[in-house]
């Protein structure tokens, strides 16, 4: 762990708003104690560790006051944050994952998540899997989106959700589906811009009233579970641990057997003991009171590797392109340490694109997966052919407009769009009130403000895919030792 880190934790007890306040009362006082221009231009690395996901969540999307972000960073997230990243499978060496199989190009399969219960974890895991499960097959057929269905007692729990997302969720496909008994009233709604353009948002969404041992819910989850192309992951993630594990408990036997089952428990002796059985070997609990989790500080590593590779990106000439090189050159050396802490250290890097950086890392092992690559094979450097560079292009876009969507920017309207057609400057204007008309499919991507088409750098960055796990694997290996 870097010393530039700094942990300010809220209090497990007690009002969760009062917790929250002192620890944000507390980074003010670290923070007046330390000088950036002391220690190299090295600002203070504030992890805050919250109760509340709302405020970790609004804290990702603003930059700091120009006091504080001259001599800190602030990495804001909760508990529920840390085990969604771990469950996903966004940290290499991970034993947990979504897709379980590499999902290419040519693939058939989907990941489809089902979340019992609307609480704060469902939630965390809900969003974590929107920023991280794009699959390239989807370029090919937009059917095969990642499916995220979350299931509650009642639809009026998922509307503080459904609120604070609405930019994403307006723009997707989603379903909501009311099962009463043996009665099943089921809505479906389309994206804002359905029919009129192409579909860009590679997630779509199903909210649901019941439970996982109404005889309904019960049958689709074992029809689900015995879908040769889909890969069901079931979380149950009420706040009450025994309601969790009762309704594992009462999940038919055919769906124990072939489908991961993630059990939010504060204490896992329970299910442990339970796990003797091989009817339970899929169960895995998490949520442990006791469990040490990584905190973000590894994902910062991978994120600073992304900005690297990033940051040394070059547009080529003409002149150049005339003679078949590519749009964008890229990095091919791996820097050292202090290069990826200086690149950090540019104030031009707000907690907004700090957190942007980090959201692109959280995909960079899924990627790889999807080329074929395990974690073992992030210590080889290999080029990544025209094909796969065109294909992931548009997965990174795909990646990068729910992440927009989430941090709350829309897409621009028709009206918008012809302004921006006739006086280019418009779309700097527009981005600074969260308008952004990039938010479209690849495909109908056009130029930016200097003429040249925006997808140079998706292509760019998917380029230097290889060259930036070889980097983290390089770095973080020769200084802790573990991938």
């Not at 604070?164 to 389309?190: F, Q």
């Not at 579970?225 to 706040?239: I, K, V, W």
């Amino acid at each position: 762990m870097d010393n530039l880190d700094v942990f300010v934790k809220s209090a497990e007890n007690g009002d969760p708003m009062a917790a929250d306040n002192a620890a944000v009362a507390q980074i003010w006082e670290t923070v007046a104690k330390y000088r950036a221009a002391d220690h190299g231009g090295d600002r203070l690395r504030v992890h805050l560790v919250l109760r509340s996901q709302v405020l970790a969540d609004t804290l990702k999307r603003f930059p700091l006051a120009d006091d504080l972000a001259e001599n800190a960073e602030l990495y804001a997230y909760t508990k529920e944050d840390l085990w969604a990243m771990e469950l996903l499978g966004i940290r290499p060496g991970s034993t947990t994952r979504l897709d379980r199989q590499p999902v290419t190009a040519n693939s058939p399969k989907f990941v489809h998540l089902v979340l019992f219960g609307a609480s704060e974890q469902s939630e965390s895991l809900a969003v974590h899997t929107s920023l991280t499960a794009h699959f390239p097959n989807y370029c090919r057929d937009s059917t095969l989106r990642t499916r995220i269905t979350m299931v509650a007692d009642s639809l009026d729990e998922f509307h503080h959700f459904q609120q604070r997302y609405r930019n994403l969720l307006a723009h997707s496909y989603r379903r909501v589906v009311v099962v009463d008994g043996d009665e099943i009233r089921c809505e479906e709604l389309a994206p804002q811009y359905a029919g009129r353009r192409d579909d860009f948002v590679d997630v779509e969404w199903e909210f649901v009233s019941g439970s996982s041992d109404n005889d309904v819910i019960s049958y689709k989850l074992q029809k689900w579970s015995g879908d040769e192309n889909r890969m069901l992951t079931l979380a149950f993630c009420y706040p009450d641990d025994g309601r969790n594990v009762n309704e594992m408990l009462t999940l038919p036997t055919e769906v124990l057997s072939t489908t991961p089952v993630w059990l939010h428990v504060r204490d896992d002796r329970a299910v442990d003991f339970l796990k003797q059985s091989g009817k339970f070997a899929n169960v895995i609990p998490f949520g442990m009171m006791d469990a040490e989790l990584p905190d973000m500080s590894l994902f910062i590593r991978m994120a600073q590797c992304v900005n690297f590779a990033y940051s040394h990106l070059r547009e080529t000439t003409r002149e150049e392109q005339a003679q078949g090189r590519p749009a964008m050159e890229v990095a091919v050396e791996v820097p050292t340490n202090r290069q990826l802490q200086e690149l950090w250290n540019n104030k031009r890097l707000t907690t907004p694109k700090r957190w942007s950086n980090v959201y692109n890392a959280f995909t960079l092992r899924c990627k790889m997966h999807s080329l074929g690559h395990p974690d073992d094979d992030w210590n080889t450097l290999f080029a990544i052919s025209d094909q796969d560079v065109e294909i992931l292009s548009e997965v990174e876009h795909n990646r990068w407009s729910v992440e927009e969507l989430i941090l709350g920017y829309r897409p621009a309207t028709e009206t918008e769009h012809a302004e921006i057609l006739n006086d280019i400057t418009l779309r700097s204007k527009l981005k600074a009130d969260f308008i952004h008309d990039d938010l479209r499919s690849f495909r109908e991507l056009g130029v930016d403000e200097t003429g040249l088409s925006v997808v140079r750098y998706d292509s760019g960055l998917t380029r230097t895919l290889p060259l930036v796990a070889y980097i983290y694997y390089q770095l973080n290996m020769n200084h802790h030792g573990r991938l």
